[in-house]
């Protein structure tokens, strides 16, 4: 145990903050119950971490796993998404997000937030977001211009976070 401890110091292998919550969203996203949103989201004040979400029905009703998708015009309905139930999380649990100084939140999946998502993000204060993938199909091209918009007003800043955090690069609005 000592000798592989000593390894990591050695090989420089001990993760970034941004990895180290990147992959703990990462494993958040393992829980959604909606097979076609796969998403775990982390927020993160002053490097600690305040609560993690995924995708899921809200509580009490059932899952997309137990009952099926529930389609309306190709979108599954009945989940909360990631980022909705972090911060959810958070106003269950009483926590003050105000009372931190740097909020970040971490979004594991195959995209970035939705517009929705992005107003709770705004909302709640946090001004960096860390998204394991930026995808931003055409045909929502009206919603991604007001996205940008409204990122820019709020002054919070979206990162697409890279495979080695070197490849990290700010998305350019
Ligand atoms: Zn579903
Ligand atoms: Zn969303």
């Known amino acids: ?17 941004d990895e180290y919550f990147i992959n703990i969203a990462r494993e958040t996203a393992r829980r959604a119950t909606c ?26 009703l059932k899952h997309c796993i137990e009952e099926g998708c529930y389609e309306i015009d190709t ?4 989940t909360l998404h990631a980022e909705m139930n972090a911060i959810l999380q958070v106003a269950l649990q009483s926590q003050n997000l105000s009372s931190f100084t ?8 195959p995209g970035q937030p939705c517009l929705l998502c992005m107003k709770l993000i705004i909302g709640a204060g946090i001004k960096r977001i860390v998204c394991e993938k930026i ?8 919603e991604y211009e007001f996205i940008d918009k409204i990122l820019g007003k709020a002054g919070v800043i979206m ?15």
């Not at 979108?75 to 009945?78: A, F, I, K, L």
């Not at 995808?135 to 009206?142: G, L, N, Q, S, T």
């Open 35 to 60: 097979k076609k949103r796969q998403f775990g989201a982390v927020i993160v004040g002053d490097k600690r971490i305040v609560a993690t979400g995924y995708n899921g029905s809200p509580a009490g």
């Open 159 to 173: 990162e697409e976070y890279g495979v080695n955090n070197k490849n990290k690069r700010i998305y350019e609005r």
């Open 1 to 17: 145990m000592k000798n592989n401890y000593k390894k990591t110091i050695k090989n420089n292998i001990r993760p970034s903050w």
């Open 102 to 109: 740097d909020l970040v939140i971490y979004i594991a999946g």
């Open 135 to 142: 995808y931003r199909p055409k045909e929502h091209w009206k």
């Open 75 to 78: 979108h599954c309905v009945r």
